[in-house]
Every structure is written in structure tokens, then in C-alpha cells.
């Protein structure tokens, strides 16, 4: 528990973190990101003599296929997370962690053929309802927030394919898009737009912190999934968009006028129907009896 709450608290103070890298760019704390969380996760792997379960990866076309997927996805989630964060829009970076457990039961349905309770169908209802609401509060579709689920969303889908462990699978992962991102950083600096060594040691070191920012909030996640239950797993998550919304509204001062709240609080009142129906569905289940048949759709 206390390692589930650890690294959902330090997602949640992503917000804070994220700015000090300015006035590195977007593109380039990402890339940094990238280069880093391989050199620390190596490192990782280094100490715990893991080194045969990456060769196991790499030599398996299929699983390193969907790494790459996975790869690509979770550096787009970061692209667009650094955006939402340096851009001024927090608050919006958290809506798209609180709609994406909705997404990500969407996309088992989509990919996997999944079946929806009742319930979980009236949740996904009520979140569109919500995204409609502040649609029109904004001006355009949550754009940020969608593409943030829709990333982490098919993000998990590319992990439910390869079940690996968290180091091996996020240091094949990092690797995958590690060379495009050293490709960013020689064409930032060749051209002088590269901040690293450029903007003090402090801010050098600051971007060499990414990859240890990366990488154990993972590790810590990780460790409790394994060890806790999973419906305990669901309900810490929202610990993270609620931090990154409180340092949205009272840290930064962005705006939440009355319509964008109501789609808040619709988007609330979704996920507490969708977690008291795993709530209920987790319970039931533990009360069946060994070897009893599941019903349809379970």
C-alpha cells in the first residue's frame, strides 16, 4: 500500500516538477526523458543481474514489436503531459487521468471483445456526457485530456499483450525510441536551440533527474500491483489527478468556471458509479465458491 500511494503521489506532483525543466522545451524534456530512464533503468538491471530477461525480450520478434508500440505510445503520453503541464493547462492534464479507467474499459471492448456490466455501460455513458459539457465550456473537444487517455489507454492494451517484468519491459521500451531521441537532442543543440549545459549545472542536472523521476514511481507501482488487490490498485489511482487538479487550481490559479466544473463533477459522478460496480463485482466474486462458473460477460 504505502509503495502504491508513494508512486501515485509522485505522478501527482508531476505538475510541480515539470516546469523547473524550462526552458527546455517540450520536445526536448521528453527526448531527455528518454535517454535518461534507459541510462538509469541499465543501471537498474545492472545491480539486480536482470540482463537475461531483456535478451529474452529481444529475441522474441512479437513481443518486441508491441514494445515498440508501447514505446511509442508512452513517449506521446509524455509529449503530451509536458505540453498540457508547461502550457498552462493542469487542471485539463488531470481531467484525462480521471476519464482514462472509462477509456481504458472502452478499448477492452474495442480490442479484446470485452464485455460490459450495466453498470460500467452507464459510467462510459455519463463520461461523454461530461466531455460534451466542457467541450462547449472550452471551446473545442478536451483535446489534451483525450489524447492523454486515449495514449495511456492503448498504452495498457500494448502491456496486456506482453506481460513483462516493470525494468526489462520499460528499459526495452525506452530503447526502442531511444535513438529518435538522441537524434532531437544533436539537432536542438546543432542548431543552438538545445538547452543541456547551456542553462546552468543545475538545469543540467535537473534534466538527468527525468530518468529517475521516470523510472521509480514504475517500480513503485509495480511492487504494489503484485502484492496488493486489484480493486485497491483502482481506487488509489485517482490520487493522481486529483493532486495534479489542487495544483491546477490553487498552485497555478487556472480557471474553473461553474460549466467546467459541472463536467467535473459529472466526470466524478461516472467514476464513482464505475467503482462501485467493481467494487460490488470484486466482492462477489471473492464470495464464490472454488471452481464455481463465472456467468456470461464476467
Same mark, same amino acid.
Given at each position: 500500500?504505502?509503495?502504491?500511494?508513494?508512486?501515485?503521489?509522485?505522478?501527482?506532483? /508531476?505538475?510541480?516538477?515539470? !516546469?523547473?525543466?524550462?526552458?527546455?522545451?517540450?520536445?526536448?524534456?521528453?527526448?531527455?526523458?528518454?535517454?535518461?530512464?534507459?541510462?538509469?533503468?541499465?543501471?537498474?538491471?545492472?545491480?539486480?543481474?536482470?540482463?537475461?530477461?531483456?535478451?529474452?525480450?529481444?529475441? *522474441?520478434?512479437?513481443?518486441? @514489436?508491441?514494445?515498440?508500440?508501447?514505446?511509442?505510445?508512452?513517449?506521446?503520453?509524455?509529449?503530451?503531459?509536458?505540453?498540457?503541464?508547461?502550457?498552462?493547462?493542469?487542471?485539463?492534464?488531470?481531467?484525462?487521468?480521471?476519464?482514462?479507467?472509462?477509456?481504458?474499459?472502452?478499448?477492452?471492448?474495442?480490442?479484446?471483445?470485452?464485455?460490459?456490466?450495466?453498470?460500467?455501460?452507464?459510467?462510459?455513458?455519463?463520461?461523454?456526457?461530461?466531455?460534451?459539457?466542457?467541450?462547449? *465550456?472550452?471551446?473545442?473537444? !478536451?483535446?489534451?485530456?483525450?489524447?492523454?487517455?486515449?495514449?495511456?489507454?492503448?498504452?495498457?492494451?500494448?502491456?496486456?499483450?506482453?506481460?513483462?517484468?516493470?525494468?526489462?519491459? @520499460?528499459?526495452?521500451?525506452?530503447?526502442?525510441?531511444?535513438?529518435?531521441?538522441?537524434?532531437?537532442?544533436?539537432?536542438?543543440?546543432?542548431?543552438?536551440?538545445?538547452? /543541456?549545459?547551456?542553462?546552468?549545472?543545475?538545469?543540467?542536472?535537473?534534466?538527468?533527474?527525468?530518468?529517475?523521476?521516470?523510472?521509480?514511481? @514504475?517500480?513503485?507501482?509495480?511492487?504494489?500491483?503484485?502484492?496488493?488487490?486489484?480493486?485497491?490498485?483502482?481506487?488509489?489511482?485517482?490520487?493522481? !489527478?486529483?493532486?495534479?487538479?489542487?495544483?491546477?487550481?490553487?498552485?497555478?490559479?487556472?480557471?474553473?468556471?461553474?460549466?467546467?466544473?459541472?463536467?467535473?463533477?459529472?466526470?466524478?459522478?461516472?467514476?464513482?458509479?464505475?467503482?462501485? *460496480?467493481?467494487?460490488?463485482?470484486?466482492?462477489?466474486?471473492?464470495?464464490?465458491?472454488?471452481?464455481?462458473?463465472? !456467468?456470461?460477460?464476467?
Amino acid at each position: 500500500m504505502a509503495s502504491g500511494l508513494t508512486a501515485y503521489a509522485l505522478w501527482g506532483l /508531476f505538475p510541480l516538477y515539470f !516546469p523547473l525543466l524550462e526552458p527546455a522545451g517540450g520536445l526536448e524534456i521528453v527526448a531527455h526523458r528518454v535517454v535518461w530512464s534507459l541510462l538509469f533503468i541499465g543501471l537498474l538491471l545492472t545491480v539486480l543481474r536482470r540482463w537475461s530477461q531483456v535478451r529474452a525480450l529481444i529475441t *522474441d520478434r512479437r513481443r518486441l @514489436l508491441v514494445l515498440a508500440g508501447a514505446g511509442l505510445l508512452i513517449a506521446v503520453n509524455w509529449l503530451v503531459f509536458v505540453y498540457g503541464v508547461n502550457s498552462g493547462h493542469v487542471v485539463e492534464t488531470s481531467l484525462g487521468y480521471f476519464i482514462n479507467p472509462l477509456v481504458s474499459v472502452l478499448l477492452g471492448v474495442i480490442v479484446f471483445s470485452e464485455r460490459l456490466r450495466r453498470l460500467q455501460w452507464v459510467a462510459v455513458g455519463i463520461a461523454a456526457v461530461a466531455v460534451a459539457v466542457l467541450t462547449v *465550456d472550452y471551446g473545442r473537444p !478536451p483535446w489534451i485530456a483525450l489524447a492523454l487517455a486515449a495514449s495511456f489507454g492503448l498504452y495498457g492494451v500494448m502491456k496486456k499483450l506482453v506481460r513483462v517484468e516493470a525494468a526489462p519491459g @520499460l528499459f526495452v521500451e525506452t530503447a526502442m525510441v531511444a535513438i529518435p531521441a538522441a537524434v532531437v537532442l544533436g539537432v536542438l543543440h546543432s542548431n543552438g536551440s538545445g538547452t /543541456f549545459g547551456n542553462a546552468g549545472a543545475g538545469h543540467a542536472l535537473l534534466l538527468a533527474s527525468s530518468g529517475i523521476a521516470t523510472a521509480v514511481p @514504475l517500480l513503485l507501482f509495480a511492487a504494489a500491483a503484485r502484492r496488493i488487490p486489484l480493486s485497491t490498485v483502482g481506487l488509489l489511482q485517482y490520487l493522481t !489527478p486529483l493532486m495534479q487538479l489542487a495544483i491546477g487550481v490553487f498552485v497555478y490559479d487556472e480557471a474553473m468556471p461553474p460549466a467546467r466544473l459541472v463536467g467535473f463533477v459529472i466526470v466524478w459522478v461516472a467514476l464513482a458509479v464505475f467503482t462501485a *460496480d467493481s467494487l460490488r463485482h470484486a466482492r462477489s466474486q471473492s464470495r464464490r465458491p472454488a471452481g464455481a462458473a463465472l !456467468p456470461a460477460g464476467v
